[in-house]
């Protein structure tokens, strides 16, 4: 568009507008993968079943046995703002049951990349509906057989963003992202089959049929699920704080790595990092871990709903207490008390 007479102010079109927002919702490979698996698991799958090309710069596969979508509900997923999981504001302030509530993930994923959904309702029987959508736009909707649930194919991410697909890192970089994430939502669903397959090899695949030890076993390998005890703290036996509760598994000091990667935190169920709850981690561990050594820990953190904000940035997964000082207080008692009763920790001395 050429400027109004008398001003250099011009009005962006619509795709230059789409494609600026999916650069600040898909980051990279692993932001789409999120989205997706968060998909499934609102749609109450039982396995999610992920495919990775090219550390995901190629091809993204999620499969998923979730309720699924006839085809007026399909046309209408893709379209910008259009969710079925909120109406409106006053539902996020009682608290979203769901991962996702911003109705712009598939949107914005499909206006970056070329994209397939294949997808059935469960108590639909007959043909589900396969619809292509490539740079924003549908090019098809056509009837298909396909297998109860959704399948989206995610190809080429960022092939009309040249700018953003230069800014990808090696296979290896984007893989290890993707990885992390997946990783994430098996270990906080042990109860669903998540599975994550790269470059035709499978990294990891979960039963769906166990518990948190069993996801770990699956997703970490036997000798670090050995060395994990569990924490199981409530509010009431922890100091003063926000905290309700405090459950999941920790490694014994000895089964450590050098990376923050293995601490999997969550609060109310969703995957987030905070500062508190590390310090809080690494300090009841104390000096039984070397510099910049890591356990293992996945830990479950439930505060009100009120008292954290589930609104955050899609992209961000920090999140900050109204009291960081009480969180690290309560999250490092937790785990202090753990290692104490499995014997894992030298005494020390009283803090005041
Ligand atoms: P949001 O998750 O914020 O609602 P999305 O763009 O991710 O927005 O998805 C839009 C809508 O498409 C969802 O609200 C849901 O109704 C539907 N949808 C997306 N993925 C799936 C899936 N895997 N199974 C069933 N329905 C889905
Ligand atoms: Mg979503």
Known sequence: DSPPDGTEIRQLDEDTVARIAAGEVVERPASAVKELVENSLDAGASSVDVTIESGGTELIRVADDGRGMAEADLRAAVRQHTTSKIEGLEDLESGVATLGFRGEALHTIGSVSKLNIRSRPRDADGAGTELVYEGGDVVSVEPT????????????????????????????????????????????????????????????????????????????????????????????????????????????????????????????????????????????????????????????????????????????????????????????????????????????????
């Open 145 to 352: 057989g396909c297998p109860a649930g959704t399948t989206v194919e995610v190809e080429d991410l960022f092939y009309n963003t040249p700018a953003r697909r230069k800014f990808l890192k090696t296979t290896a970089t984007e893989f290890a992202h993707v990885n992390r994430v997946v990783t994430r939502y098996a270990l906080a669903n042990p109860d669903v089959a998540v599975s994550l397959t790269h470059d035709g090899r499978e990294v990891f695949s979960t039963t769906g049929q166990g518990d948190l030890q069993a996801a770990v076993l699956s997703v970490y390998g036997r000798e670090v699920a050995a060395a994990m005890i569990p924490v199981e703290a409530d509010g009431d036996e922890l100091p003063v704080g926000p905290l309700e509760s405090v459950t999941g598994l920790v490694s014994h000091p000895e089964t450590n790595r050098s990376s923050r990667e293995y601490l999997a935190t969550y609060v109310n169920g969703r995957a987030v990092t905070a500062d508190a709850v590390r310090e809080g981690i690494m300090g009841a561990y104390g000096t039984q871990l070397g510099g910049d050594r890591y356990p293992f820990v996945v830990l479950f953190l439930d505060v009100p709903g009120d008292a954290v904000d589930v609104n955050v940035h899609p992209r961000k997964r920090e999140v900050r207490f109204d009291d960081d000082d009480a969180v690290r207080r309560q999250v490092d008692a937790a785990v202090e008390r753990a290692l104490l009763e499995h014997g894992l920790l030298r005494s020390r001395a009283p803090r005041g």
